[in-house]
T-cell receptor
Framework: NAGVMQNPRHLVRRRGQEARLRCSPM?????VYWYRQLPEEGLKFMVY????????ESGMPKERFSAEFPKEGPSILRIQQVVRGDSAAYFC???????????FGSGTQLSVL | GENVEQHPSTLSVQEGDSAVIKCTYS??????FPWYKQELGKRPQLIID?????GEKKDQRIAVTLNKTAKHFSLHITETQPEDSAVYFC????????????FGQGTILTVHP
């Protein structure tokens, strides 16, 4: 089992560009969560998805941010028109059901110039 | 919503000593409390967790205690080793999913040889 796979590991964008972060959950896991970690801070919940459904997006900024988990392929976190404040580590996690332990990916470090 | 406070923010111990990290939570409905270890630039890794129907859980040198009445829980590491040096995060969740965690601010643990 390869674990939760995220790519890219590092992503550099200029202000105003789009950032796309990908997450493939562990085999057999249908629940995906995205978290953001600012420097020297804890992780903050962003969004919870199951296949083709957004279950809870209460932690997502209202503008520029979107997430999807299609029937086929990885989950995508999309940030449009990035700003410097979007610079952070974005972690994806997965679990087989809603009430089992989370396993985290290695994260994507987004840097906005 | 849930609020988790974690103390201390930094902790320095000598190899072989014990380390204790404490967290308090605000939502009395919270029923699952995991602890994560994060080394620099790496993913958070679950090291131990406890559910609200249990007061204490132990795994080799690591133990977690939970006081539901006082709404606090603690991580205890005995016989610390240099490889225990990392950032430790507590988290809490209640209700809808174990994946929508509220994390504490983190504790930087340094174990000196």
């Amino acid at each position: 089992n390869a674990g939760v796979m995220q790519n890219p590991r590092h992503l550099v964008r200029r202000r105003g560009q789009e950032a796309r972060l990908r997450c493939s959950p562990m085999k057999g896991h249908s629940h995906v969560y995205w978290y953001r970690q600012l420097p020297e801070e804890g992780l903050k919940f962003m969004v919870y998805l199951q296949k083709e459904n957004i279950i809870d997006e209460s932690g997502m900024p209202k503008e520029r941010f979107s997430a999807e988990f299609p029937k086929e392929g990885p989950s995508i976190l999309r940030i449009q028109q990035v700003v410097r404040g979007d610079s952070a580590a974005y972690f994806c996690a997965s679990s087989p059901t809603a009430f089992e332990k989370l396993f985290f990916g290695s994260g994507t470090q987004l840097s906005v110039l | 919503g849930e609020n988790v406070e974690q103390h201390p923010s930094t902790l320095s111990v000598q190899e072989g000593d014990s380390a204790v990290i404490k967290c308090t939570y605000s939502d009395s409905a919270s029923n699952y409390f995991p602890w994560y270890k994060q080394e620099l630039g790496k993913r958070p890794q679950l090291i131990i967790d406890i559910r609200s129907n249990v007061g204490e859980k132990k795994d080799q040198r690591i133990a977690v205690t939970l006081n539901k009445t006082a709404k606090h829980f603690s991580l205890h590491i005995t016989e610390t080793q240099p490889e225990d040096s990392a950032v430790y995060f507590c988290a809490a969740i209640g209700g809808t999913s174990y994946g929508k965690l509220t994390f504490g601010q983190g504790t930087i643990l340094t174990v000196h040889p």
